[in-house]
């Protein structure tokens, strides 16, 4: 069975081809950094009208590149929520308009189901069982959940980012501090040149659910030690690189970061996988899960994966692969199956929903 | 010109409810300006928890998603601009749309478009003094 994925909730209009739950037949996602990527910094391709000028080209390559036509689809699976609803519902139409023409199932999906799915779909093609319950973070630029997954489908909200999210986080420290969008990669890539410890940012204790995240106050203190030094010709030096070269490899950076923003950059990211980790820890410990899943863009982070590596978890750590951790459309697709084998379609009042949440 | 002093993040969303009850209008724009980390997005959380009591979320920043709407209807559109440097990326937003809903409109960084805000609005600027202390002055442009 074959199932089309698309997903247009954010900055990526994407489309996929899944095969039973497990083989990718096709992933196509127009991106804002290919596509953009001379204005750096920026993501331009915003809205509705961006999504509207690839969604057909998008849908078309993906059945293209996965030899097969309508026709050969069992359903087509689109993202509900959450999302940006002008976004979401360039999507939803266009799903809507092929499964209404082709006598199709539409499936609606949550996102963050759908990142939860992307290590499911690369388990299963490795043939390798995963056991539930699955403790789920999912952790991108717009959302950083931490979910129960008890059996398939069946999802507890444990605890969530109280103002900013961890990718989010990443690019406003790296944007502050002269580095491109997306400027997650770029510490992630930097951060192991400084010393964690080099610089002790002092947190304020949180109030209320202990599952809960909260990055603002870390994107305060990192405003706060800029403020007190003047690094605005350091600054300067690494905007001047990105204008004469978009995408500067880790020595030209290097070369334009003294070793005490190394620190800092170090000491931030650190900071940002211990507050992920250590709750993430405390909620495996609190639902006894089998499985912990780290998903969404973050997951990218070479600093997360390997502390969580070695964090004591005492159960496996499943990632996805980099291409199946940023916004996709396999994901999508991927977390349709379940919904297909109950039955579980959407009627044609299906609508685009910002605030979704799952469980 | 009203200015009030906020000694904590509780304050702060305190200030937000009192500010969205008795300041500002039933409809219309709000401008909030400050720094990263002034504290922009805590003094919405007021706005919303006073604006659109039903909303039991936590309500968090919408840098990525561009825009948050709270309260079925929507009386609350949380918009934040961080991320857009040019008008035409502006332009595919649609909040001309957004303000004849009959919402409070609050938009974080608008100092990056400055030409384009009615002159009807609030204008409210967040600024950071020692620890979480803040500082709020709010401006009302002519008779709302």
């Not at chain 1, 800029?226 to 905007?239: G, N, P, S």
Request: a neutral charge.
């Amino acid at each position: 069975m074959r199932i089309l994925g698309i997903e247009t909730s954010c900055d990526e209009t994407a489309a996929a081809v899944v095969e039973d739950a497990r083989a990718i037949l096709s992933n196509v996602v127009a991106s804002q950094m290919t596509t953009h990527g001379k204005y750096g910094g920026v993501v331009p391709e915003l809205a509705s009208r961006e999504h509207l000028r690839a969604i057909v080209p998008v849908v078309r390559d993906a059945l293209e590149q996965a030899g097969c036509s309508l026709a050969d689809l069992s359903a087509v699976a689109v993202t509900e929520g959450p999302g940006l609803v002008g976004s979401l519902l360039v999507g939803i139409t266009y799903a809507k308009s092929l499964c209404f023409a082709k006598s199709l199932p539409l499936i609606g999906v949550n996102h963050m189901e759908g990142h939860i799915h992307a290590v499911l779909l690369e388990a299963a093609a490795d043939g390798r069982q995963v056991l539930f319950p699955v403790l789920a973070l999912v952790a991108s630029g717009g959302h950083t959940h931490l979910f129960e997954v008890r059996e398939p489908g069946q999802y507890r909200l444990l605890g969530r980012t109280r103002d900013d999210a961890a990718g989010e986080a990443f690019d406003k420290v790296a944007k502050l501090l002269g580095f491109p969008y997306p400027g997650g990669p770029i510490i992630d890539r930097l951060a192991p040149h400084g010393d964690p410890h080099g610089v002790r940012f002092t947190l304020a204790k949180m109030k209320g659910n202990p599952l809960d995240f909260s990055f603002s106050g870390l994107k305060t203190a990192v405003v706060r030690w800029v403020e007190q030094r003047d690094l605005a010709a350091e600054i300067e030096t690494r905007r001047a690189l990105v204008r004469h070269n978009p995408a500067p490899a880790r020595e030209d950076w290097l070369a334009v970061t003294p070793k005490s923003t190394l620190d800092l950059l170090a000491s931030f990211q650190q900071t940002v996988v211990d507050e992920l980790l250590r709750r993430a820890l405390a909620a495996a410990e609190v639902m006894d899960a089998e499985t912990v899943i780290i998903s969404g863009g973050v997951a990218c982070n070479a600093g997360l994966r390997k502390a969580a590596a070695s964090a004591r978890f005492g159960c496996p750590v499943l990632f996805p692969t980099p291409a199946l951790s940023t916004d996709n459309a396999v994901m999508i697709a991927a977390a349709a199956f379940p919904k297909l084998e109950r039955k579980q379609f959407a009627g044609w009042d299906l609508r685009a929903r910002a605030h979704l949440t799952l469980a | 010109m009203l200015r009030f002093e906020t000694a904590s993040e509780a304050e702060t969303i305190a200030l937000g409810e009192k500010l969205a009850r008795q300041v500002f209008p039933a409809h219309g724009v709000v401008l909030l300006t400050g720094g990263l980390g002034a504290g922009k997005t805590t003094l919405v959380k007021g706005i919303v928890r006073e604006r659109a009591p039903s909303f039991r979320e936590e309500v968090s920043s919408p840098t990525y998603t561009l825009i948050h709407e709270y309260g079925d209807p929507v009386t609350v559109y949380h918009v934040d601009l961080y991320r857009l440097d040019h008008e035409r990326e502006l332009a595919t937003l649609g909040l001309e749309e957004l303000l004849d809903r009959g919402a409070l409109l609050v938009v974080e960084w608008p100092e990056k478009f400055p030409r384009i805000w009615p002159v009807r609005r609030v204008d409210v600027r967040i600024e950071r003094g020692p620890g979480d202390q803040r500082s709020v002055t709010v401006l009302e442009s002519q008779a709302l």
